[in-house]
């Protein structure tokens, strides 16, 4: 059933993404689709932006779908800064267990975060939280990063 569900989701995400170039557009659809398509708790993006200071750069939240989010997080900070410093897929499983987990809602249970790459950096994520524990996998992975294309050129 979760394959057939991203198999329609990637049609549906070609089709509104298809001739914008507009990244926050393209983000702003994707993460509503997501959402829309399995209720997840929460659904967004995150940019590799500078800080204020403009002396170092961290991940600012983007468009999203659910609950207010935390803002700003650094690099190796909590599984999305773990992700951006290791630049690969991370699935947790209970976020409980993760070493430096950062808890912008008490109700999120599991998650999965895919780094998103141009020129052969990490400029931004995807980051998807479940209200329950042990929702992602292997066939998550291969889905997000194919919905994702679009958000690599």
């Not at 059933?1 to 993404?17: C, D, I, N, P, W």
């Not at 702003?28 to 750069?57: C, E, M, S």
């Not at 468009?63 to 630049?87: D, H, L, M, N, S």
């Amino acid at each position: 059933m979760k394959k057939e569900k991203y198999e329609e989701l990637l049609l549906e995400v070609a089709g509104l993404t298809e001739g914008e170039t507009d990244e926050i557009a393209n983000m702003a659809n994707v993460a509503a689709a997501i959402h829309a398509k399995f209720g997840f708790h929460w659904v967004g993006f995150y940019r590799v932006l500078p800080t204020p200071d403009g002396n170092d750069q961290e991940l600012v939240l983007g468009p999203f779908q659910g609950p207010v989010a935390c803002t700003r997080i650094a690099y190796g900070r909590g599984v999305c800064g773990t992700a951006w410093k290791e630049g690969r897929t991370l699935i947790v499983p209970d976020v409980d267990q993760f070493p430096g987990h950062i808890a912008c809602s008490a109700l999120s249970r599991s998650e999965i975060v895919i780094p998103i790459f141009r020129e052969g950096k990490v400029w931004g994520e995807l980051d998807i939280d479940s209200a329950e524990t042990d929702t992602f996998d292997a066939v998550d992975e291969k889905y997000l990063t194919q919905i994702l294309t679009p958000l690599t050129r």
